[in-house]
């Protein structure tokens, strides 16, 4: 495993999703959920947003090959669908900012790599306007340091510190954090009754 | 210290402190469908990996299969393709699936506490949201990622943040008329749809505590629509009594002890939460929504409201709504005209459910041009039904009596809305494109309304009905 893990910081040009509470039904419908890969999905997300609004960010010029999404509140609530951080991630989203994330929403996207930091209602409106304002400009997403950076101004971030640490260290796959346990995961499930037939 | 039952069972499934500073929490219960796991079993096999814990590990098909016929191959050829990988898969690396022939088929949620998989004191886990469903019982029970069905399948464990724990209490005694999904539908209402994020739910006070398991598994079952991604009720007799002699629930002696256990996972009093919500059970009347997402939602009697009531945070999403649906405010919800019925979901497609609409249907008609679906929960709930003449009561009234399957509550088979169609449903989702159509409208409400809707051919209060 290379240092191109972590996660330390995500630095892109941004792409504003203004709206609260978007389901993760929203960024990729079930009806792509159809499928025993994750490949492709990155064109279907949005997809009915996008026919209906044809200013969708994703559909416009000025957002194309963005890579930091700055969206509202609740972000990615609903579903437990994977394929919704797959979908923007093949979009080429590699790092969101918003006011907050559904849960399970939040655990995908770190278990992908995607970093997913919170910042305050007003910080959020200011970084929406502004980087429309500004499509082509870099944004910095600062994980280990829990800020963003844009247009000269430095805003304060936060990233619950389990999802920070393993950004950074670059142990998001956590598959083999967790086989390291080893004999710990028997013994742990041998001391439940419900185990062990009572 | 009195604990609670999140601090007991966490404890007990928690196999190390990670690096990260998370949990490895143990899985005692892995529940898999096909729909999120054809992914995770290739990573699996990428790594080389076999299922750690098969035994703990049970699979169903619900999601994509037709609730007409379901005679193998499906007419969709990317059904039959998904189902053929589960069936692979679970066969592959020796895992038993709840397959079509078994009898036992149904959505996972159903299926795990009517078979007695989901127990008290459990942790649970599966590569879907609704997995709060098994709280219920007095588990850990959460919603997954398909990484982490990868990471269940390969490790039997998962790197988890503990929550913060939030009592929602329900105090007075609830009307007539008035059913556990309108409860959860209230609390939705007042915590709002995001409130529940970063905690879990223990639901208690006296009308949780007199509803019997089907209704806690409805109330629990929502937790997520909360923005809680797990919920649980502790458990009492009213559990015991539902596990006792199910198939998979200890027998003889074995289940003495496990109540026993059982009895000891539950919450302590004088237990401290991180905070404690009060809802009103008495003043709950029947819910249902108007908008795009569970928490937008008004008692039958009650108008839809105007935005500029709203908080102000969430005045564009009204509006939004509002739009979308092509709803005005200050129009009373009742008396919105309805193009399609839909009792089914793991939030109402149990047995008692189906009783519930079916007391409504009996001796009525389903209102011309109305599309009226009754899908059940599982296969047994289908049996079931059929044994007791309720089958019957919903043809006559002119409902299709399908299958069972997720079928409408997501629309990835071929029941779905059709253009801007209304919907009234039983299930949990009323997002944008959520019932198969993108310009579908769903009102979310409890299978007696949808019912009772169905016959009118619009929103009505089925208290009115039922007089
Ligand atoms: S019934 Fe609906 S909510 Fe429940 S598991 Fe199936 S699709 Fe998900």
């Given at each position: 495993?290379?240092?191109?893990?972590?996660?330390?910081?995500?630095?892109?040009?941004?792409?504003?999703?203004?709206?609260?509470?978007?389901?993760?039904?929203?960024?990729?419908?079930?009806?792509?959920?159809?499928?025993?890969?994750?490949?492709?999905?990155?064109?279907?997300?949005?997809?009915?947003?996008?026919?209906?609004?044809?200013?969708?960010?994703?559909?416009?010029?000025?957002?194309?090959?963005?890579?930091?999404?700055?969206?509202?509140?609740?972000?990615?609530?609903?579903?437990?669908?994977?394929?919704?951080?797959?979908?923007?991630?093949?979009?080429?989203?590699?790092?969101?900012?918003?006011?907050?994330?559904?849960?399970?929403?939040?655990?995908?996207?770190?278990?992908?790599?995607?970093?997913?930091?919170?910042?305050?209602?007003?910080?959020?409106?200011?970084?929406?306007?502004?980087?429309?304002?500004?499509?082509?400009?870099?944004?910095?997403?600062?994980?280990?340091?829990?800020?963003?950076?844009?247009?000269?101004?430095?805003?304060?971030?936060?990233?619950?510190?389990?999802?920070?640490?393993?950004?950074?260290?670059?142990?998001w796959n956590t598959t083999g954090v967790l086989l390291e346990a080893g004999g710990a995961i028997e013994a742990t499930a041998r001391r439940l009754p419900y185990v062990t037939g009572f | 210290m009195a604990q609670t039952l999140l601090d007991k069972v966490w404890e007990a499934h928690t196999v190390r402190t990670l690096p990260s500073g998370q949990t490895q929490l143990l899985i005692g219960l892995h529940l898999i469908h096909e729909v999120t796991t054809p992914q995770a079993f290739d990573m699996l096999k990428d790594l080389k990996l076999k299922v750690r814990m098969p035994e703990r590990t049970f699979g169903t098909l619900d999601h994509i299969i037709p609730t007409t016929s379901q005679v193998r191959p499906y007419a969709d050829p990317m059904a039959e393709e998904m189902a053929e990988h589960m069936i692979r898969n679970t066969r592959d690396f020796g895992l038993p699936l709840f397959d079509l022939d078994s009898g036992r088929q149904g959505i996972v949620h159903v299926i795990g506490p009517e078979l007695g998989l989901s127990q008290p004191g459990m942790t649970i886990a599966c590569g879907d949201s609704h997995t709060s469903t098994h709280g219920a019982v007095g588990a850990i029970a959460f919603g997954i990622g398909t990484s982490q069905v990868r990471d269940v399948l390969a490790t039997q464990c998962l790197a988890m943040a503990k929550p913060r724990l939030r009592q929602v209490r329900v105090d007075g005694a609830l009307a007539r008329g008035v059913t556990a999904k309108d409860v959860i539908l209230a609390i939705i209402r007042q915590l709002g749809v995001k409130g529940g994020v970063g905690y879990a739910y223990e639901y208690a006070g006296p009308v949780v505590e007199r509803m019997t398991m089907e209704e806690r598994l409805t109330l629990c079952n929502m937790s997520i629509e909360g923005g809680a991604r797990f919920g649980y009720v502790n458990p009492d007799q009213t559990t015991f009594d539902y596990l006792r002699g199910r198939p998979y629930a200890p027998a003889g002696d074995a289940f003495e002890r496990a109540v026993t256990w059982w009895k000891s996972v539950a919450t302590e009093s004088g237990a401290r939460y991180d905070d404690v919500a009060h809802v009103d059970g008495s003043a709950i009347e029947p819910v249902v929504t108007w908008g795009i997402n569970p928490g937008m939602s008004v008692s039958v009697s009650e108008r839809i409201p105007d935005p500029a009531s709203a908080p102000e945070s969430d005045r564009p999403t009204y509006r939004e709504a509002l739009a979308f649906m092509g709803f005005a405010p200050g129009q009373p919800i009742k008396g919105t005209k309805i193009d399609v019925a839909f009792v089914g979901s793991c939030t109402n497609g149990r047995l008692s459910d189906?009783?519930?609409?079916?007391?409504?249907?009996?001796?009525?008609?389903?209102?011309?041009?109305?599309?009226?679906?009754?899908?059940?929960?599982?296969?047994?709930?289908?049996?079931?039904?059929?044994?007791?003449?309720?089958?019957?009561?919903?043809?006559?009234?002119?409902?299709?009596?399908?299958?069972?399957?997720?079928?409408?509550?997501?629309?990835?088979?071929?029941?779905?809305?059709?253009?801007?169609?209304?919907?009234?449903?039983?299930?949990?989702?009323?997002?944008?494109?959520?019932?198969?159509?993108?310009?579908?409208?769903?009102?979310?409400?409890?299978?007696?309304m949808v019912a009772a809707a169905a016959i009118a051919g619009a929103v009505a209060d089925v208290r009115e009905v039922l007089r």
């Open positions: 495993m290379s240092t191109d893990l972590r996660r330390r910081q995500v630095v892109g040009r941004g792409l504003p999703l203004p709206g609260n509470d978007i389901d993760t039904d929203r960024i990729i419908p079930a009806r792509f959920l159809k499928a025993v890969t994750f490949a492709g999905l990155g064109e279907h997300a949005f997809e009915d947003a996008r026919k209906v609004d044809p200013e969708h960010p994703f559909n416009q010029k000025a957002y194309q090959g963005a890579s930091i999404m700055v969206v509202g509140q609740n972000f990615g609530c609903g579903s437990s669908r994977e394929h919704a951080p797959q979908a923007l991630l093949d979009w080429g989203i590699g790092a969101l900012v918003g006011g907050s994330f559904g849960e399970i929403f939040f655990g995908n996207c770190t278990t992908n790599g995607m970093p997913c930091l919170t910042a305050s209602p007003a910080d959020l409106e200011w970084l929406q306007r502004e980087v429309g304002r500004r499509p082509g400009e870099p944004l910095t997403v600062d994980v280990e340091r829990r800020e963003i950076r844009f247009a000269g101004r430095t805003i304060t971030a936060a990233i619950p510190d389990g999802a920070r640490n393993v950004l950074v260290d670059g142990s | 189906l009783r519930a609409a079916a007391e409504v249907a009996k001796g009525r008609k389903v209102a011309p041009g109305v599309r009226a679906l009754i899908v059940p929960g599982s296969q047994q709930v289908a049996k079931a039904a059929e044994a007791e003449g309720l089958a019957d009561v919903f043809t006559a009234a002119g409902f299709e009596w399908r299958r069972a399957g997720c079928s409408m509550c997501l629309g990835m088979n071929d029941d779905k809305l059709k253009g801007r169609e209304v919907s009234a449903s039983s299930s949990n989702r009323n997002f944008i494109g959520r019932q198969g159509s993108p310009t579908g409208r769903t009102l979310l409400m409890s299978p007696a």
